[in-house]
């Protein structure tokens, strides 16, 4: 069920009542955006973990944030700017780490793909803890 829904509303034919232009269920990681001039529904889940870390947290930790993204239609810009953010910090942390370790260098010397890609997965996993406690438990 959806705990966040705008304050906004229009009238849905089909459904013969009115619904709230925005909703965000945190369960499914779902927003749903009921469009007034088409009278159609549009829904967007998120699929990566940390937005459904985020969206946990803030709803238990800061639900007033949510609940004015939700009623300023905001929070899909929100969720896809976040998404994008925390992608984008631990790839540049990985791809610094795959220039400055010395046991991933020696690897990449020796074309010795097994380790490369062990070294890599070790990169984003220490890479993600980091920018979690940073960026998705705010």
Known sequence: MSRYKSEQTAYSPLKKKYVPLWRLDTNT????HFNADTQSEESKTYNTDFIRYHLHFSDSHCPNRLRRFVNEGRIVQYLD?????VSDAISRQVELWKQTDSCYQKAVLSGD????LG?????VYMAREAVFECMVYI
Do not use: P
Not at 113 to 116: G, I, N, Q, V
Not at 119 to 123: Q, T, V
């Open 81 to 85: 700017d976040m998404e994008r953010k």
């Open 119 to 123: 070294l890599e997965n070790c990169f």
């Open 113 to 116: 793909a097994e380790k490369m």
């Open 29 to 32: 990681v779902t927003v749903t």
